[in-house]
Each structure stands twice: as structure tokens, then as C-alpha cells.
């Protein structure tokens, strides 16, 4: 495949977490995507460990407050850009860009003081997108125009 120009600040589709055009921003820094989430937790359902989320903080326009539920979690040490270490739960979900959609490792995190509630790391970035920092919304225009 081709490898594409992305912008600096992009819109997206997250099927798998009930979020559509959902502003998202390309972090060279960081390894593997992170959503923002209200809340994530074990639970047990029918004997069944699942991984409960609500995705995006509440002062986001987008928030919709439903509950997801997911059977297939891990959970892994993550250290910050600070240097601050913290146990975060990953999970995977599909996303598109341009019209094509990826499936990647997400991690949940509190972002609710954060510009974007979403962020594309290296792992998904590397052999699909070249980033352009000068542009933004590529995606979204391909999307008119094909469209």
C-alpha cells in the first residue's frame, strides 16, 4: 500500500467505540494510539472477566455516555513523555482514515484536559502515513471527495 500524507490534526471514525468524526492528532512521540476514556474497570459478567469503558470525558461534546463492554484486555505499565509511570488497560478497535480502516492497540486514558480526545501514535503510523505538520483534515477532504 501506498503510504498517504496525513495532517497534523486529522477526523476519524472508531466504530468499535460508538465514535464518528472524531477529532484526532498524529503524535510522532508516541508509540501506540491512546483514547480518552470517563472510566475503564474490571468487571464480571456471567463469570467472565470484561473490561468495562466509557469512552471520552464528559465535557466533550461527543460524550455520549455508553457503556462498552470488552472480553479481550490487557493491561501494561506505560511511562509518560514526564517520566511518570502507570498501569493502563489496551484494547483493540478498528479506526479509519481516508477511507480505509486500521486495526490497532489503543490505550485507555484520562485525556479530559487534552485539546484531542484521540491520538495516532507510531505503530499505526509507520508504512501507512508520511505527516505533513502543515496540514490538516486531509482525511476529511479525501472523504468529500470521494464522497
Not at 491512546?34 to 470525558?57: K, M, N, P, Y
Request: hydrophobic fraction near 35%; charge should be positive; proline fraction near 1%.
Amino acid at each position: 500500500m501506498e503510504q498517504m500524507i496525513i495532517g497534523r490534526k486529522e477526523r476519524a471514525d472508531l466504530p468499535d467505540f460508538g465514535l464518528r468524526n472524531i477529532q484526532v492528532k498524529i503524535d510522532s512521540g508516541a508509540y501506540s494510539c491512546s483514547v480518552d476514556c470517563r472510566s475503564a474497570h474490571i468487571v464480571t459478567i456471567d463469570g467472565i472477566e470484561q473490561l468495562e469503558v466509557i469512552f471520552l470525558s464528559e465535557e466533550r461534546k461527543e460524550f455520549s455516555g455508553e457503556v462498552y463492554h470488552f472480553k479481550n484486555f490487557l493491561s501494561k505499565k506505560v511511562t509518560s513523555s514526564t517520566g511518570n509511570s502507570q498501569i493502563r488497560y489496551f484494547i483493540t478497535g478498528r479506526i479509519t482514515l481516508f477511507g480505509t480502516e486500521f486495526t490497532t492497540l489503543f490505550s485507555l486514558s484520562k485525556r479530559s484536559g487534552m485539546k484531542t480526545p484521540v491520538l495516532i501514535g507510531r505503530k499505526l503510523l509507520n508504512n501507512n502515513f508520511i505527516i505533513d505538520t502543515s496540514k490538516m483534515n486531509l482525511s476529511r477532504k479525501s472523504k468529500k471527495k470521494s464522497g
